[in-house]
């Protein structure tokens, strides 16, 4: 496996591997690494669609990627995707995908058009004091401290941030800063997640810098992830016969481990309660998707707050039985033994009546009922003890929604502190508590919310003790790579495999896990894209340092005298020369 830039090998049709027909493939879990590397299995492996097995805990795939509605409890999502143009396997992935809306067009062809047509912003990011405009005005507030942390933390080397907390490499200067409170909220970051991750983020989408106060940068899907991602990959699949088999519970592969190389051998299950044992060959490749952030995820209702389970199963516990073998396997317990660090709760709020989109319409500025985009991202409420957020996708987010209800997904990040109206623990709350709550922050009258909350909404609340469990600190090895040393037939996929330069929690990050595992066990003979260049391209890093100066000159930066010095005598040796267009260009002079 090799990475490829540019468009030479992007539409390049790889040829057939060897004995591809003799092989078959196992792959544990059916969410979007495992859909993803079936994918690939079919087109760029070419391998037989009766060949490949999945094996999936639930009764339905797509694991984080979900959007249901269930006949009991209403809508749930337990979370939205946000996406970019530079996911480079994910779009080479989807480019190959028939859409289910429109005959003849690629799921990228409708995105594409969908997002050039209605492009994503956001018109009121941050709110206070029930509802008022923040006033953070686009602006990062960074101090000269904290740009020089962020630059510092840019250049650092990975290894000397193993195991490190983003805390112990950045100030209250940066964390008081508009620009972490932006940050934060968008990706779920915490002071205490890896400074190695938040380093690799800051490179990653560096050249998105200019769009994180209003969201410019992202585009979004037509429906929730799992009708406008999922669902057309599993059509994909099946109509090249592929096997789908749920309700089973992997418990363990078991290897065959020499000097030489790793064999897995077995595959443990039990499906639908009994127990059953798959003996592998060497042409039978196996994908586990290890670790995930919605194990033990837990759904309440109006009336009921959802149970906390930080229990190791599932997934975890596959993971741990498979480590168990080998070093090079990983160590899970680094992710999935602190829920207190990893765990935040969402809760899926529809309203069902008139009464209060009209509130919703006066904070995002726009017509929630419009079909087009309506927060454009995630509204956050600053002085939220739970600092919580709400967004309202494109409407309506479910194809079976009536239209005259909304769909709203909310969150807060700090999930054992009172509420400001609900003096509760947003952990302890039920929906309905979670919508009084939520309302306050709109605006509602106080003698109006607890009518409104129980009249005209419902709500499903979903505790996740392990959605941030990949942004906990680490060092090398403990995520394995994607093919482990000596593997001749197995691979990670997902989350918690090893992905050089690119960041996890992004549907890229498991789309790209499935093209090297595939890519690699079958030796295809065309490059994996790789990771967009954004942190080595000179035009992006002026562009980002001259946003994040928010107009400032670099000779207007309090900087130490001798490096001040040092800056006037370079100015006078790049004078009249195209660094000093470059620079002028991009308003750092």
């Known amino acids: 496996m090799y990475y490829s830039n540019g468009n030479y090998e992007a539409f390049a049709r790889p040829e057939k591997p060897a004995d591809v027909d003799n092989k078959s493939a196992y792959l544990v879990g059916a969410g979007l690494a495992s859909l993803a590397a079936a994918c690939f299995l079919v087109r760029d492996g070419q391998m037989k669609g009766e060949h490949i097995h999945f094996l999936e805990e639930m009764d339905l795939p797509g694991g984080a990627c979900d959007g249901i509605r ?11 995707r946000e996406m970019e143009s530079h996911f480079e396997c994910l779009w080479d992935l989807f480019r190959s995908i028939p859409s289910i809306e429109t005959e003849g067009l690629s799921v990228l062809d409708e995105y594409y058009w969908l997002n050039k047509k209605d492009p994503n912003y956001s018109l009121q990011r941050v709110i206070t004091n029930r509802g008022e405009d923040a006033h953070t005005d686009g602006k990062f507030t960074l101090s000269d401290k904290a740009s020089m942390e962020l630059v510092k933390l840019f250049m650092t080397p990975d290894k000397y941030l193993y195991d490190k907390k983003m805390n112990e490499v950045l100030s209250e200067d940066f964390f008081n800063s508009n620009f972490w409170l932006y940050w934060r909220t968008m990706f779920a970051f915490e002071e205490w997640h890896s400074a190695l991750e938040m380093k690799l983020y800051f490179q990653r989408f560096i050249h998105h810098i200019g769009g994180l106060p209003d969201f410019s940068s992202l585009k979004f899907t037509k429906y929730n992830q799992y009708e406008s991602l999922i669902l057309p990959m599993i059509k994909y699949l099946e109509a090249h016969g ?72 599932g997934c975890w516990e596959l993971w741990r039985n498979i480590a ?18 990893t765990n935040w709760e969402s809760a899926t709020v529809t309203t069902l009546d008139d009464r209060i989109p009209p509130y919703i319409e006066k904070i995002c500025k726009r017509d929630p009922f419009s079909g ?15 600092l919580m957020s709400y967004t309202l996708n494109r409407q ?19 999930t054992d502190v009172p509420g400001n109206y609900i003096k509760k623990p947003m952990r302890e709350c039920t929906g309905t508590e979670i919508v009084e709550e939520w309302l306050y922050h709109l605006g509602v009258p106080e003698n109006e919310i607890h009518d409104m909350a129980t009249k005209s909404a419902n709500c499903v609340p979903c505790m996740m003790p392990y959605i941030t469990a990949f942004f906990m600190p680490r060092t090398a090895g403990d995520r394995p790579n994607v ?27 498991s789309v790209r896990t499935a093209m090297e595992a595939v890519y690699t066990l079958l030796n295809i003979d065309r490059g994996v894209p790789e990771v967009f260049n954004s942190c080595y391209d000179v035009r992006v890093l002026l562009d980002s340092t001259s946003k994040m100066m928010e107009g400032k000159k670099i ?35």
């Open 242 to 313: 592929v096997q789908f088999q749920y309700n089973t519970v992997v418990k363990n592969v078991v290897f065959d481990i020499t000097e030489e190389k790793k064999v897995a051998k077995k595959i443990i299950c039990e499906h639908e309660g009994k127990e059953e044992c798959i003996d592998l060959i060497e042409d039978d490749l196996v994908f586990v998707t290890n670790g995930s952030c919605t194990e033990n995820a837990a759904l309440g209702d109006n009336d009921n707050a959802p149970v906390f389970d930080n229990s190791i199963k």
């Open 483 to 509: 093919v482990p040393d000596g593997c001749v037939n197995f691979a990670f996929l997902g989350q918690f495999a090893e992905a050089p330069r690119d960041v996890v929690f992004t549907t890229e990050y």
């Open 324 to 341: 168990e073998q080998d070093p090079s396997f990983g160590h899970p317990d680094k992710f999935c033994t602190d829920t207190k660090a």
């Open 372 to 386: 087009k985009v309506v927060t454009g991202g995630i509204i956050t409420v600053k002085d939220s003890n739970w």
């Open 70 to 80: 269930n006949n009991e409890k209403g809508f749930i999502i337990r979370g939205g």
């Open 555 to 589: 000779t207007d930066v309090d900087l130490p005298i001798e490096a001040k010095q040092g800056l006037m005598e370079v100015m006078k040796k790049v004078k009249g020369t195209v660094v000093e267009e470059l620079l002028a260009r991009y308003n750092i002079i």
């Open 396 to 414: 309506p987010h479910f194809k079976s929604q009536p239209k005259d209800q909304l769909v709203v997904w909310v969150y807060g990040l700090f």
